[in-house]
């Protein structure tokens, strides 16, 4: 076994630089590339020395911090105005970026180990397929996020797990969102007092909806949700909606009557115009309230539970509950931990974004993701029953569905 790996070597290169200097020719077959990617890291990964372990993850700020100083200083853009035969001068990177010629060289060092630049000759570079993918609007407007908002935080996790109960500086800071940005306000709060900040997560959270698969996918909303429903009736309500990208995914997909209404905080509703555009209803609602739309078909509260720890997630949950008729429908759609063990057939691999998601929501929220079983016993508490967990990608995130217990008939 081992002899005939060492005889392949040869081969196996030869197929991986075929792989990365043609890899449209896999293209079409979606499993067959992720399943490549996936292989070609752990690959790397069984490779590594002490040494290399250490250095792939001590430098792991550095994709982040590169990404975001050569979009700020617009080296990325630049180096799209030359190409292999033709590459863009140091000199002229110096120039539009108006940084020192060490640093412009580091950061052009970096992207050149990273793949993210060549060097075709001493001191002249050339952009990638990765160049161009990190100057996408969407992937710029998420590594802004997450460099300026997110990343920090998971870097006081530490600080914070370490410290007292009045947090690192005793100072009743007590996430690590709050040490990291010096704040003692929400993390919801403190984007809104400031609007590039505010601009910036919501811009992060539609492009995240704009490359991932959607629940609507897994739901078929008209045949499921809105049978029958009439012009007045409210067919949706979307529980801190943000940006309203749900409601609109509804209103694309439904096409009988009823009502689509989108709530959150006064200065999200405010913003919400590209909703209110598609037909969208708009509505300021806290939802540690009751619910003011009574009887709708559906009730929605997708990203947001990750956030509170259980007893707001069941206070949120039973503020919706006594609104529900008893044909409504509560959706939550959030990460399901241990989803790949629940998945009936070939179980999926260890994925990212579960992990990560749920890091995200202790680093900022000092809140938790949870399995089906946490959603299920969260429900319960909250008088409401799991009917359905419905997984809609490979990272875990899925369609927990509920409704309210039939009461019981009284026998006597
Ligand atoms: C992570 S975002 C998710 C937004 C949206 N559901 C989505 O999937 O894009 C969480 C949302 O909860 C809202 N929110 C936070 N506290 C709230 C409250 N007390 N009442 C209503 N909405 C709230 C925030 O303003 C934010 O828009």
């Excluded at 196996?12 to 077959?29: A, G």
């Excluded at 180096?79 to 020192?100: E, F, H, Q, R």
């Amino acid at each position: 076994m081992k002899g005939s790996v060492a005889s392949d070597t040869a081969y196996f290169i030869e197929q991986l630089k075929l792989f990365i200097k043609y890899p449209e020719v896999l293209s079409n077959d979606e499993s067959h590339r992720s399943e490549i990617q996936r292989l070609t890291r752990l690959v790397s990964v069984a490779l590594e020395t002490p040494q290399e372990s250490m250095q792939r993850i001590m430098f792991t700020y550095l994709p982040l911090v590169t990404a975001r100083l050569s979009n700020e200083f617009g080296l990325l853009a630049t180096l799209t105005m030359g190409d292999d035969a033709n590459p863009v001068a140091l000199s002229d990177l110096i120039k539009t970026s108006g940084l020192d010629k060490s640093l412009v060289s580091a950061i052009m060092d970096y992207h050149c180990y990273h793949g993210s630049a060549i060097e075709p000759r001493q001191g002249f570079y050339a952009p990638t397929k990765l160049t161009h993918n990190l100057l996408d609007p969407k992937v710029v407007t998420t590594l802004t996020c997450w460099h300026d908002i997110v990343g920090p935080a998971y870097g006081s996790l530490h600080r914070v797990l370490t410290s007292g109960p009045n947090g690192p500086d005793g100072s009743g800071k007590k996430t690590a969102f709050q040490v990291t940005h010096n704040t003692t306000q929400s993390f919801y709060d403190w984007l809104e007092s400031n609007p590039e900040r505010h601009a910036s997560f919501y811009g992060y959270m539609a492009a995240v909806h704009a490359v991932t698969k959607k629940w609507v996918d897994v739901v078929q909303f008209d045949e499921e949700i809105a049978h029958n429903a009439h012009e007045n009736e409210v067919v949706f309500v979307d529980i801190g909606g943000g940006d309203g990208s749900q409601s609109i995914e509804v209103q694309k997909v439904h096409n009988l009557g009823g009502k689509i209404v989108m709530q959150d905080r006064a200065a999200v509703v405010e913003k919400a115009q590209k909703a209110r555009e598609a037909g969208v209803e708009t509505m300021v609602y806290d939802f540690f309230t009751e619910q003011p739309v009574k009887g709708a078909r559906a009730y929605f509260i997708q990203f947001v539970l990750l956030n509170w720890v259980d007893d707001d997630c069941v206070r949120i949950l039973a503020s919706q509950a006594p609104a529900m008729g008893p044909d409504s429908v509560l959706m939550i759609v959030d990460y399901v931990q241990g989803h790949r063990w629940e998945t009936k057939g070939k179980i999926p691999e260890p994925d990212l974004w579960t992990p990560a998601a749920a890091l995200a929501a202790r680093a900022c929220h000092e809140a938790q993701s949870r399995s089906s079983a946490d959603y299920r016993h969260l429900l319960e508490r909250a008088g409401l029953e799991m009917t359905e967990v419905r997984v809609f990608t490979n990272f875990g995130q899925a369609v927990i569905m509920a409704k309210k217990p039939k009461p019981a008939v009284d026998g006597s």
